[in-house]
C-alpha cells in the first residue's frame, strides 16, 4: 500500500491556509487542473461547444467537491480523478453551483440591479451549503437559510476565507469578461480555465480542512489516519523516532534497525532517507549506491519517476558511473530526464543504457536519444556522430536504423 500522507486535526488553521495555497499545484491536483483548464477548448467546438463547456464546468465543481471531502477526511494531497468521494453529494454541488452560474447570467443580461444582492447571497450562502453537502449530504437541508446560519457560526471567523476566495473567483470572472477582448481567446481560454480551477479547488480544500479541524462537532471520524494506522505508519513513525535516539549512540545499531524495517514491506520516504543519512555519516560510501538500487527500484514501482531521478542524482554525484541496475528502470529515467531538460543525466543515463546492456531491442532508442542531446552542442557533434556510427555498425536492421542515418546526415551537414 503507498505511503498516505495524513494531516493531525489539531493542525493550527493557519499553516493549513498557507499550505492550501500549494494544494492544486501538486500531484493530482496538479495534473486534475491542467486537464481541467484544456479542457476548455471543448466551447470552441461547432454546436456542441456550449454543452461541452457546461460539462467541463461540471466536472471542475464534481472534482472540487472530491477534494473537500478527501481534506475533510484527513488526506494530506489531492485526490485522483474518479476517486469519487462525495458521491451524489458531489454531483448534487456541481449542480447546486452550475445553476448559480446561469442565475448569475441571467441576471446580468435580464435585472443587472438585481447582482447587488445576488452577488453577496451567493458569496456567502454557498460556502455553507457546500460543507452542509459534504458532512450531511442532503441538498434540501444544505439549501436551507437557517443551516447556512448555522454552519457560518460553527465556523467563525474562519468561515470568511471560502468567502473571500469565492470573492477572488468572482472578481477573476469578472477581468476574464473584460479582457476577453484583449487576448486572443485560444490563450486565454486556458489561462483563465487554469486560474478559474485553482481557486475553486483551493477554496473547497480549504473548506474541507475547516470540517476536518471539527469533525467530532458534526459527528465524522476522518478515514485517512484509520487508513495509515492499519498500514502500520503510526509503526513507522515510532521506529524513525526510535532510529534517530539510537543512533546518538549507537549508529551502526540505528542502520540495522532501518535495514531490518526496509526489508519487510514498502516502507516511507522518511525511513529510507535516514537510513542515507546515517550512511553518509558513517562514510559507508558502497552501501549508499547499493540502497539508491533498491530505493530507485522501489519508486519506480510507486509511479514515483521523479523522485527516483532525484536519488539517482545523488548517486551520481557518488559515482559519476553510476546507473540504476536494470534496463527498463534505466530507459524511463532517460526518457523521464530528456522529458524534464535535464540534458546531462539524459546523456548519462543513454549512454550507461548502452553500455550495460548493448544488445537490448531498446539499444538504438537511448543511443539515438543521447546521440541527439549530444549534438545540439556544437562542441559535442563529433562524439554524437562516433556514437551513432557504432550503433548503425551494432543494429543495421533496426527498425529505428533509417532515424540513425537520417540524425548522421543532419550532425554531418552542420559539423
Known amino acids: 500500500m503507498p505511503h498516505i500522507e495524513v494531516v493531525a486535526a489539531d493542525t493550527p488553521f493557519g499553516e493549513r491556509l498557507v499550505a492550501g495555497f500549494g494544494y492544486p499545484l501538486r500531484g493530482a491536483g496538479l495534473a486534475t487542473c491542467t486537464a481541467l483548464a484544456l479542457a476548455h477548448y471543448a466551447s470552441l467546438l461547432p454546436a456542441i461547444g456550449t454543452l461541452a463547456n457546461l460539462l467541463v464546468w461540471a466536472a471542475t465543481w464534481r472534482y472540487a467537491a472530491d477534494c473537500m471531502q478527501h481534506t475533510a477526511n484527513g488526506y494530506a494531497n489531492a485526490p485522483d480523478v474518479g476517486v469519487d468521494e462525495a458521491g451524489a453529494a458531489g454531483w ?199 540502497h539508491g538500487q533498491v530505493w530507485i527500484a522501489a519508486l519506480i514501482a510507486q509511479n514515483e519517476a521523479r523522485r527516483a531521478l532525484g536519488v539517482l542524482q545523488e548517486c551520481c554525484t557518488i559515482d559519476p558511473a553510476f546507473v540504476p541496475d536494470d534496463p527498463r528502470t534505466c530507459g524511463e529515467l532517460a526518457d523521464l530526464a530528456d522529458r524534464l531538460g535535464m540534458v546531462r543525466l539524459a546523456i548519462h543515463l543513454g549512454r550507461g543504457y548502452l553500455a550495460h546492456w548493448p544488445r537490448e531491442q531498446q539499444a538504438p532508442h537511448y543511443g539515438l536519444l543521447a546521440a541527439r542531446l549530444l549534438g545540439a552542442h556544437a562542441d559535442r557533434r563529433a562524439e554524437a556522430l562516433v556514437l551513432l556510427e557504432r550503433l548503425a555498425a551494432a543494429w543495421p536492421d533496426h527498425p529505428q536504423r533509417g532515424d540513425i542515418a537520417v540524425l548522421q546526415r543532419q550532425l554531418a551537414g552542420t559539423a
Open 92 to 290: 448534487a454541488l456541481a449542480l447546486i453551483h452550475l445553476a448559480a452560474g446561469a442565475l448569475f447570467v441571467a441576471c446580468t443580461w435580464l435585472a443587472p440591479s438585481a447582482l447587488w444582492l445576488l452577488v453577496p447571497v451567493l458569496v456567502l450562502a454557498l460556502p455553507a451549503i457546500d460543507m452542509s453537502l459534504a458532512f450531511d449530504g442532503n441538498a434540501l437541508l444544505a439549501l436551507n437559510p437557517a443551516t447556512w446560519w448555522r454552519i457560518a457560526q460553527g465556523f467563525g471567523s474562519a468561515y470568511l476565507v471560502p468567502v473571500a476566495i469565492n470573492l477572488m473567483l468572482g472578481a477573476l470572472i469578472a477581468v476574464a469578461v473584460l479582457t476577453s477582448n484583449l487576448l486572443p481567446r485560444f490563450l486565454a481560454l486556458p489561462l483563465f480555465g487554469f486560474a478559474y480551477t485553482y481557486l475553486i479547488v483551493l477554496a473547497f480544500h480549504l473548506m474541507g480542512a475547516l470540517i476536518h479541524q471539527r469533525h467530532e462537532r458534526f459527528g465524522l471520524e476522518p478515514e485517512a489516519p484509520k487508513l495509515a494506522k492499519a498500514a502500520g505508519q503510526d509503526e513507522d513513525s515510532r521506529l524513525l523516532d526510535e532510529a534517530r535516539t539510537l543512533a546518538e549512540s549507537d549508529p551502526m545499531a540505528a542502520l540495522h534497525q532501518l535495514a531490518e524495517r526496509l526489508r519487510q514491506r514498502t516502507a516511507p520516504a522518511p525511513a529510507h532517507q535516514l537510513y542515507r543519512e546515517l550512511l553518509r555519516r558513517q562514510g559507508l560510501r558502497d552501501d549508499l549506491l547499493v
